[in-house]
T-cell receptor
Framework: DGGITQSPKYLFRKEGQNVTLSCEQNLNHDAMYWYRQDPGQGLRLIYYSQIVNDFQKGDIAEGYSVSREKKESFPLTVTSAQKNPTAFYLC?????????????FGDGTRLSIL | RKEVEQDPGPFNVPEGATVAFNCTYSNSASQSFFWYRQDCRKEPKLLMSVYSSGNEDGRFTAQLNRASQYISLLIRDSKLSDSATYLCVVISGGYQKVTFGIGTKLQVIP
């Protein structure tokens, strides 16, 4: 079955530590996205990538980094520069060929500070 | 002005009622529009696409008004299982930036 998988489901970060969230998809979609969801604020776009080896900053990219070395994978690193990382992180993918293509979401990763 | 705006609610409605949500967007060149449903502590799931001609799926009807730059979602004969947060999504730009609204919370009451 095709799908999009995020891991881990729960993650704890120590002060000053970088952590990486995994996102893998086998839907052969070009576009991949990372969102952060906080209570009362909806989903906010961190980074997105329309093609391998290319990615764009979203609305809240500071303190995060990404890579897109393979079509299937779009890992997100939460760096120590992100001072308030506790949130629900959602990865999504979609077909970028033309407008009107919906996205599929992973189950999410809940990140907390120790 | 936010790119996409929604009333966060909550909308508390009795079973069987009809309820409608609106979502306004600021970029007149936006290309595609969707409604997603998100249950508590779960990922969003696509509910339906939105077209100018309207889109109906059972009890759900979505509509796009380009002139006034808003999309709407109408739910008829509300069920308890409709209780969730409904997110509007707008796609725009050459890089097809996806912007979510804050979501409107619906609570259907027995």
């Amino acid at each position: 079955d095709g799908g999009i998988t995020q891991s881990p489901k729960y993650l704890f970060r120590k002060e000053g530590q970088n952590v990486t969230l995994s996102c893998e998809q086998n839907l052969n979609h070009d576009a991949m996205y990372w969102y952060r969801q906080d209570p009362g604020q909806g989903l906010r776009l961190i980074y997105y990538s329309q093609i391998v080896n290319d990615f764009q900053k979203g609305d809240i990219a500071e303190g995060y980094s990404v890579s897109r070395e393979k079509k299937e994978s779009f890992p997100l690193t939460v760096t120590s520069a992100q001072k308030n990382p506790t949130a629900f992180y959602l990865c999504a993918c979609g077909d970028s060929t033309g407008a009107g293509k919906p996205q599929h979401f992973g189950d999410g990763t809940r990140l907390s500070i120790l | 002005r936010k790119e996409v705006e929604q009333d966060p609610g909550p909308f508390n409605v009795p079973e069987g009622a009809t309820v409608a949500f609106n979502c306004t967007y600021s970029n007149s060149a936006s290309q595609s529009f969707f409604w997603y449903r998100q249950d508590c502590r779960k990922e969003p799931k696509l509910l339906m696409s939105v077209y100018s001609s309207g889109n109906e799926d059972g009890r759900f009807t979505a509509q796009l008004n380009r002139a006034s730059q808003y999309i709407s979602l109408l739910i008829r004969d509300s069920k308890l299982s409709d209780s969730a947060t409904y997110l509007c999504v707008v796609i725009s730009g050459g890089y097809q930036k996806v912007t979510f609204g804050i979501g409107t919370k619906l609570q259907v009451i027995p």
